[in-house]
């Protein structure tokens, strides 16, 4: 079992940038792939980026490629996401989650475990 909590979140001018954190308890998250997922109001939760276990790979979705940076320290247990230059098309609720498996996946149903959510928001 692993318990997510998201934590950086706020209100940020375009342009502006965020640090995610996101630290889990419990066992297993050195062997995770984990990933970032956000969902604005209306619109179907979407992956934006994904990290292997040992950060063999990493993916973006197109729409943060180039200005969002995930990364992990699996000696401490957390996964960041980096954000730059944001728009106000970020604004959303972001979400960590893990994957039990080494493979990576976009799908949110292949996540075993989630965050609560953290809010972002774009704007000035």
């Known amino acids: 079992q692993v318990q997510l909590v998201e934590s950086g979140g706020g209100l940020v001018q375009p342009g502006g940038s965020l640090r995610l954190s996101c630290a889990a308890s419990g066992s297993g998250f050195s062997t995770y792939s984990m990933g970032w997922f956000r969902q604005a109001p209306g619109k179907e939760r979407e992956c934006v980026a994904i990290?292997?276990?040992?950060?063999?790979?990493?993916y973006y979705s197109t729409s943060v490629r180039g200005r969002f940076i995930i990364s992990r320290d699996n000696a401490n247990n957390t996964l960041f996401l980096r954000m730059n230059s944001l728009k106000p098309e970020d604004t959303a609720v972001y979400y960590c989650a893990a994957r039990k498996s080494i493979t990576w996946s976009s799908f949110a149903a292949d996540y075993d475990y989630w965050g609560q959510g953290i809010q972002v928001t774009v704007s000035s």
């Open positions: 990290i292997g276990w040992n950060n063999e790979y990493t």
